[in-house]
Structure formats: structure tokens, C-alpha cells
């Protein structure tokens, strides 16, 4: 359950979706739709790996985070042209040094989400308007259990689906190196596409609002795909979520 201040746009929206009005009084508005049948325990585990936080971040805050970013950001050029990539419409960047308010945002992503370890360069991914983020998983070879970013501009929906590969435990089943010389990490790219069909399967939308920060982890980080709806599909449980264009700020922890 998730608290929304009272005058959030997204309570507009989310009041077309819910026709219960007590849920609505009370401030308690639920982000996951489940879809398909769910094994309880994977439910339950998916629960406290992927977790939303509305309003972590104040509309100043958003502010200055894109008044740091934008100057470098709006000199590059979005790409959208290798079919096969993970990512269309998008430009790129990571950053160590931030201005002394914004390291301050940063530093509260470092305690909620990693418990203080977290890897140095911050991650930024502008998303055009009509730009959108496949089905994938960001590799272990690069990336440890925990991913978690800050979403600016834009509300938009991510869908996380269950992979068909078997389930993958950290660290129990092993390592990232021993994972890959299983052949599960056939190559060095940053994000790979495994299969993950909605159909007999299970999986969950997950509404991002604007200056929320979610984080994935565990069993949601390694056992499903995790996408960005494009915006002719950016809807939650019916009701359209206009996507225009978004940032987002995403810390990583070691593998
Ligand atoms: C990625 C990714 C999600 C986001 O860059 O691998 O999944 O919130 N980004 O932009
Ligand atoms: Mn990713």
C-alpha cells in the first residue's frame, strides 16, 4: 500500500480506476496489478523485492535534478536504431559528481534502497516521448541484486514478467561468474532479452509515478523481465497513463 499526497494528479487518475471510494479516502492506493496465476510464495517474495515510494523526491528536487542533467543531456541525440537493442528512443549518461543538493537525493536512494553500498556512477536514461524500454534483464556480469532509480517528467508503467529460464537464487545458486561459465551469460552485453511470454505465464504492472523511486531487487531483479510500456500501451488496469518523455536516475549495487 502506497500513501499519495491528496492534490497528486496521479489520485485523479488512479480515482477512474478504483471504484471504491473508501480505498481512495483513506490514501491508500495499491501500484501492482497481478496478472495470470501467481504461486503464492513467488507473490509474497515479489511483494518485498519490488517495492514503489511515491513522492520520494519533492517537485524542487525534481527540478534540480533535471536543471543538473539537462545541459549535458539535451546535446546528445536519441537513438533509436538497432532493432535488436534493449532500448529505443533513448540518450545516456552516468555521473559521479553531483551538485551538493542533489548528492543529498542520492545519498537517501544509498540508505532506503542498498542498505550504503552502491556503485559510484549513477545511471541517467532520458526516454523520448515514443521511446521505450523491451522486455529484459540487466546482466549479472555488471549489475548486483539491487536496481533502483528515481523516474522524472513522466508517469509511465513497467511490466515485469516471469522468465522461462529457471529460477535464479542469489547468491545461493552461485555467483554471476559461475552462472556464466553455465552458459546462462552467453556474451558482455549490459542487458539481456531472455524469453518471457505473457501467455501461461504470470507477471505485474507496476505504475511509476513522476518523482516516485522504485526498487527491484532479488527475485524481481533476476527471475522476471522488466520493461517500459510504450506510450499506445501505457495503461494501468484500463485507465490510460500518458507517457511523455522521462529521465530516469538509477543506482546499481556491485555483483
Ligand atoms: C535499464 C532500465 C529502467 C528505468 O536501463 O536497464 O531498465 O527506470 N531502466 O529507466
Ligand atoms: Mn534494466
Redesign the pocket.
Known amino acids: 500500500m502506497i500513501i499519495l499526497n491528496r492534490c497528486s494528479p496521479l489520485r485523479q487518475i488512479l480515482r477512474r480506476c478504483y471504484s471504491q471510494a473508501a480505498e481512495i479516502t483513506s490514501n491508500k492506493i495499491n501500484l501492482t496489478a497481478f496478472f495470470g496465476k501467481w504461486p503464492e510464495t513467488e507473490q509474497q517474495e515479489f511483494r518485498e523485492h519490488m517495492r514503489i515510494i511515491t513522492d520520494f523526491i519533492s517537485e524542487s528536487e525534481e527540478q534540480q535534478l533535471h536543471e543538473e542533467i539537462e545541459p549535458y543531456m539535451s546535446r546528445l541525440r536519441y537513438e533509436f536504431d538497432h532493432w535488436d537493442d534493449a532500448?529505443h528512443g533513448f540518450r545516456e549518461t552516468e555521473r559521479k559528481k553531483w551538485f551538493p543538493k542533489n548528492r543529498e537525493i542520492l545519498e537517501r536512494v544509498r540508505k532506503v534502497a542498498f542498505d550504503g553500498a552502491v556503485m559510484p556512477y549513477v545511471?541517467i536514461?532520458d526516454?523520448a516521448p515514443d521511446g521505450v524500454?523491451k522486455p529484459?534483464v540487466?546482466s549479472t556480469r555488471y549489475c548486483g541484486t539491487t536496481i533502483s532509480?528515481i523516474?522524472l517528467l513522466s508517469d509511465s508503467v513497467m511490466r515485469l514478467v516471469r522468465t522461462d529460464a529457471q529460477r535464479y537464487n542469489q547468491p545461493s545458486s552461485g555467483t554471476a561468474k559461475e552462472l556464466e561459465s553455465k552458459g546462462s551469460e552467453p556474451d558482455a552485453a549490459y542487458?539481456h532479452q531472455p524469453a518471457a511470454s505473457l501467455e501461461n505465464n504470470f507477471y505485474a504492472d507496476l505504475l511509476l509515478p513522476r518523482r516516485s523511486l522504485y526498487i527491484m531487487s532479488h527475485t524481481a531483479r533476476y527471475n522476471f523481465t522488466?520493461e517500459?510500456l510504450a506510450k499506445e500501451h501505457s495503461e494501468f488496469q484500463g485507465t490510460p497513463v500518458p507517457k511523455t518523455r522521462r529521465i530516469?536516475i538509477?543506482c546499481r549495487n556491485d555483483p
Request: charged share 15%.
Open positions: 532500448i545511471h536514461l526516454l524500454i529484459h540487466d532509480g523516474s542487458r522488466h517500459i530516469s538509477i
